[in-house]
C-alpha cells in the first residue's frame, strides 16, 4: 500500500474497485467520506450494488472477472485524449525505455511462451541496452519499441464498445467514469483506488493491480498526497504477516527465499541483488547482502554467513516456488504426500477453494494440529458432512490460543503503519499466546535432537537463537520486536559514529553485509531504534502546519519503511524539489533540505530518479518481471458464461496453474449463472469467531444467496425462500435473498445473472447455518502467487421445496 488511510481525505477523486470498502473497512470509509465532504468523486465498480455503491457519487455494474477490460479501456482513454501528465510520464516512468526487437503480443500471447510448459521466456521482453549496461532511452516518445508506443499498440484494441461488451457495464457510465477519473492527471488534481480481494482472487489478480498502477503512473497519481494504489486488508495483521515473510516465497522484507539453485551464501547473494548501472537510480535492492546477512545473524548469531546459509532451509530449485503455495500443498496432501499439518489460526475446511477437496486431504494425514480459539470445521473434519470417522486414521489435536487482547505484540495495518498492542486480560483458562506455544514446541524438538544420538544434521535447531525470543521462560513480543530491528553483534564504526555491541541499529541504512549486525526484518528496522524506546507505540498526534494539511500524522506509531507515510513521494515534486502541488505538498526542498514526510532518499532533487525499489528507478508502465506478461491483458475467468471475448482468441490466462481432474464450466448450460462471493461487516473470515458469538451470529444466522428479482420469478423463487446453488464442485444449501441489489447485465448481446453469497459459514455452527460457500469455488491458481480464482465462477440455482427441505 502506498499511502495510508488518512490520505484518503486528501483525493480529489476515489475509485474503489475489488472491495465493498464502506462494509468491510469501514474505517477507511471514515476518509472516503472526509475527502466527499470536501468536493471529492466517489465512484464504486463492482459486480453487486452495496452500501458502498450506496455512499458513492457514481456506481458502475460489472461482470466479475472483467476488471482488466475496464481498466484496459480507461488507459486507451488516457492516451488517446492526450489526458497524461507528461512531464511526470517522461522522466519518472519508463514510458521512454526501449524494449528489444525480441518482444512481440499477437492474439493473446506475448512472445517467448511456450505451450508444453505453458511458461514464457521472458528474456524476450527485456529493453535494449547501451554500452555502459543502461537501457536506452527516448524522452521524445517518439521510437515505435519505447514503451509508451507499445503501451498505446497494446491498449489500441480496448475501445469502449468493447469493453462494456465484456463487462456489461453500460457505456454511458463507464465513459462518465474514465471522464472523471481521468482529470486527476493534473498537477493541483489527486485520485486514489482503494481494492481488497475482489481485485486478487482472480487468474489475473496481479495484473488488475498492475493495471491500476499503471493508471496511476501515467496520471501523476503516484507519491501524491491522495494518489496512490491502496490495498485494504481484511485482518488487522495481514500487511505484517506478509512483511515477516509468512508466504513460502519470501523471507522476512521480503527477500527471496533460498532454493537449492544457490549452493553457497555467495551464489545466493549474486542471484538475488539486481545490478543497475545508473548513477541516477538508487536500485535500494542493491542492500540486499546487508539484509540478507543481519537476517542470518538475528537466526544465527554465533555463527558466520556461509555457515549460518547452510543452516537455512531451502526450496527445491528445480520446481517452481508456487509448488509450496496454498493449492499445491492440498493437491499433494490429497494425494497422500504429507503426514501431518498445522492450521494455525486458520480454517481451511471452509476458506479454501474447492473447499471439500480440503477436507478430504485431511482424511489423507496421520495427524492434525489446529491452533485456533475455537472448535472449527478443520479441527473437526473427521465428523463433518460426508465423513465416516471409522475409516479415517487422522489424529486431530486442538491446542486452544489467546485472542489478540489479551497479548502484547505489534500488528502492521493497511497503511504499512506498525501499532503497538498492550495485553487486557490473561488469557483464558488454558489459553496460550501464540509465541508462547511455539516457543514450547521448539524447545520440545531440541530437547528430541539432544537425547538422539543418531540425529542427522542437528544443528539448525540446536544452534538457532531462541535466547532472543524470551524473557523469564515465556515468549517476549518487545525482544522479538528488537530482533527484528536489529542490533550490533560488536562494536561497530557507522559514518564516523561507533555504536556498542548491544545496542540497537537506528535505522535500516546502518545494516552490514559483514554480519556485524541483526536484523530480522530490515523494514521494520527504526521501530525501536533504541532497548527502551518503542516507536510503535506512540500515540502522539502533534505535526507540523505542513504535515497537518495532508493528515501525515509522521509521530503516530511507526510506519515502514523508515516512518515514511507516502512512498516514492519523490515523484510528487518536480526535478526542483517543487510539489506538483504546493498546497498538499508530501515533501519539499527548503533551505537545503528536504521537508513533510521521510524523502525517498535524502540526496537533492533531480539527484535521483524517484522509484528507489525499481532497478533502473522508473515506474513501471512496463513489467517485464510478471509470469502472465509485461502489460496486463484481459483474460476470461477459468470459469465463465462465454466462450469467446473480444480482445484475443486466447480466452484464458496461458499461465494459470491448472490441476488435473478439475471440471470447469464453460458457456455450460448446466451452470448458466454467474457467482461471486463477497463478505458481511458483521462476519469475520470463516466465522469461527463471529460463529461462536451468539449476539454476533443473530445479525446474520445463516448463508444465503442474493439473486436478482427477474431471476427468482423465472425460478419461481421468493425472498427467504430455501435454493440449491451447484457447481461442477459442490452443492451448497443457502436462504434466498430476493434485491434489485443484483442486476442482470448485457454480456457480448446476451442477458446474464449474477448471484452473491457469503463465505463466512460452515456446518460446525450454528446447526441450521449452512455451509461454505467455497465448497463451490474453483481449484486454479493466479500463475503469479497461486492465488485461487474465488470471486467469479458458474453455477446453477434451483428451488427446494418445504418438503425437500424437511428431507434433508
Not at 461 to 478: P, T, V
Request: aromatic letters at 12%; hydrophobic letters at 35%.
Amino acid at each position: 500500500m502506498t499511502n495510508h488511510w488518512t490520505d484518503i481525505a486528501n483525493s480529489d477523486c476515489v475509485l474503489i474497485m475489488g472491495s465493498n470498502a464502506a462494509e468491510c473497512h469501514p474505517i477507511s470509509f471514515k476518509w472516503v467520506q472526509r475527502a466527499q465532504d470536501k468536493g471529492a468523486t466517489i465512484i464504486h465498480v463492482d459486480p453487486r450494488f452495496t452500501r458502498t455503491s450506496s455512499k458513492s457519487d457514481v456506481y458502475v455494474p460489472i461482470r466479475s472477472g472483467t476488471d482488466i477490460a475496464f481498466l484496459g479501456g480507461m488507459i486507451r482513454y488516457i492516451l488517446e485524449k492526450e489526458l497524461y501528465f507528461k512531464e511526470y510520464v517522461v522522466n519518472y516512468t519508463n514510458a521512454g525505455l526501449i524494449v528489444k526487437d525480441t518482444y512481440s503480443f499477437a492474439d493473446g500471447l506475448f512472445s517467448g511462451y511456450d505451450s508444453k510448459t505453458r511458461i514464457y521466456d521472458r528474456s524476450t521482453w527485456n529493453f535494449e541496452m547501451d554500452e555502459a549496461g543502461i537501457p536506452k532511452r527516448d524522452t521524445t516518445l517518439q521510437h515505435p519499441r519505447c514503451v509508451f508506443n507499445l503501451l498505446k499498440k497494446h491498449y489500441d484494441r480496448y475501445t469502449i464498445d468493447k469493453v462494456t461488451s465484456v463487462c456489461g457495464s453500460p457505456k454511458e457510465l463507464v465513459e462518465k467514469v474514465y471522464d472523471i477519473y481521468c482529470a486527476t492527471g493534473k498537477p493541483n488534481k489527486a485520485g486514489t483506488n482503494m481494492y481488497a480481494i475482489g481485485w486478487t482472487q482472480h487468474t489475473v489478480g496481479v495484473q488488475n493491480i498492475r493495471a491500476m498502477a499503471m493508471i496511476q503512473l501515467l496520471l501523476g497519481n503516484i507519491g501524491v498526497a491522495g494518489g496512490g494504489v491502496n490495498a485494504l486488508r481484511g485482518e488487522s495483521n495481514v500487511q505484517g504477516a506478509t512483511d515477516i515473510g509468512l508466504l513460502s516465497g519470501n523471507l522476512p522484507g521480503y527477500l527471496e527465499m533460498p532454493t537449492t539453485k544457490y549452493p553457497t551464501y555467495a551464489d545466493y547473494i549474486k542471484g538475488i541483488t539486481p545490478v543497475n548501472h545508473n548513477p541516477k537510480s538508487t536500485n535500494w535492492w542493491g542492500n540486499k547482502p546487508k539484509y540478507a546477512a543481519s537476517l542470518l545473524k538475528s537466526f544465527y548469531p554465533e555463527d558466520d554467513l556461509e555457515t549460518a546459509y547452510t543452516m537455512m532451509p531451502k526450496l527445491d530449485g528445480d520446481i517452481p516456488t508456487l509448488e509450496y503455495f496454498w493449492l499445491n500443498i492440498f493437491e499433494r496432501m490429497n494425494k497422500g504426500k504429507f503426514k501431518g499439518f498445522f492450521a494455525w489460526g486458520q480454517n481451511p475446511a471452509c476458506s479454501g477453494a474447492n473447499a471439500q477437496k480440503n477436507r478430504e486431504a485431511f482424511t489423507k494425514l496421520d495427524w492434525l494440529v489446529n491452533v485456533g480459539l475455537f472448535d472449527n470445521e478443520t479441527a473437526s473434519f473427521w465428523k463433518g458432512p460426508g465423513m465416516d470417522p471409522k475409516k479415517i486414521r487422522t489424529e486431530v489435536f486442538l491446542l486452544p490460543a489467546a485472542i489478540s487482547i489479551e497479548k502484547e505484540g505489534s500488528v502492521v495495518n493497511s497503511g504499512r503503519t506498525l501499532q503497538w498492542r498492550v495485553r487486557g486480560p490473561k488469557p483464558y483458562k488454558q489459553a496460550r499466546p501464540d509465541g508462547d506455544i511455539m516457543l514450547q514446541l521448539f524447545k520440545e524438538v531440541r530437547a528430541l535432537y539432544q537425547k538422539d544420538a543418531k540425529a542427522v544434521y542437528p544443528d539448525p535447531i540446536m544452534k538457532l537463537n531462541i535466547a532472543d525470543w524470551e524473557e523469564h521462560g515465556e515468549y517476549s513480543a518487545f525482544k522479538v520486536a528488537k530482533l527484528m530491528n536489529g542490533y550490533y553483534l560488536k562494536d561497530t564504526d557507522v559514518g564516523g559514529k561507533l555504536y556498542k555491541k548491544g545496542e540497537q541499529v537506528a535505522a535500516f541504512a546502518n545494516l552490514k553485509d559483514d554480519g556485524s549486525t541483526t536484523g530480522g526484518c530490515w523494514i521494520f528496522t527504526g521501530a525501536v531504534p533504541a532497548a527502551d524506546k518503542n516507536l510503535m507505540a506512540r500515540q502522539d498526534t502533534s505535526q507540523t502546519p505542513e504535515q497537518a494539511k495532508i493528515n501525515l500524522f509522521p509521530n503516530w506509531a511507526f510506519a515502514w519503511p523508515a516512518n515514511r507515510r507516502i512512498l516514492y513521494n519523490r515523484a510528487g515534486v518536480d526535478e526542483t524539489g517543487k510539489p506538483w502541488n504546493p498546497e498538499k505538498a508530501v515533501i519539499e526542498w527548503k533551505d537545503n533540505k528536504w521537508v513533510g514526510d521521510v524523502p525517498d532518499g535524502g540526496a537533492a532533487p533531480g539527484a535521483t530518479l524517484p522509484f528507489i525499489m525499481q532497478t533502473h528507478g522508473y515506474g513501471a508502465l512496463y513489467g517485464p518481471g510478471r509470469l502472465d506478461g509485461p502489460f496486463p491483458e484481459h483474460y476470461e475467468p477459468i470459469e465463465g458464461p462465454i466462450d469467446a471475448h473480444e480482445f484475443s482468441a486466447q480466452r484464458t490466462n496461458p499461465t494459470v496453474i491448472p490441476f488435473a481432474g478439475e471440471l470447469f464450466a464453460v458457456k455450460d448450460a448446466k451452470f448458466p449463472y454467474i457467482a461471486t462471493t463477497f463478505r458481511l461487516t458483521e462476519h469475520w473470515q470463516t466465522g469461527v469467531m463471529t460463529r461462536n458469538i451468539p449476539w454476533v451470529l443473530e445479525t446474520h444466522p445463516q448463508v444465503f444467496c442474493e439473486i436478482d428479482p427477474e431471476l427468482a420469478a423465472s425460478l419461481s423463487v421468493q425472498n427467504g425462500d430455501w435454493v440449491e446453488v451447484s457447481t461442477t464442485r459442490g452443492k451448497l444449501d443457502a436462504a434466498a435473498m430476493v434485491t434489485e441489489r443484483m442486476q442482470p447485465l448485457m454480456i457480448m448481446g446476451k442477458k446474464h445473472h449474477t448471484v452473491g453469497l457469503p463465505w463466512h459459514f460452515g456446518w460446525l455452527t450454528p446447526k441450521e447455518g449452512g455451509d461454505s460457500a467455497n465448497l463451490l469455488t474453483p481449484s486454479v491458481g493466479e500463475p503469479n502467487t497461486g492465488m485461487p480464482e474465488t470471486k467469479t465462477f458458474m453455477v446453477n440455482v434451483t428451488k427446494i421445496t418445504k418438503s425437500e427441505k424437511k428431507k434433508k
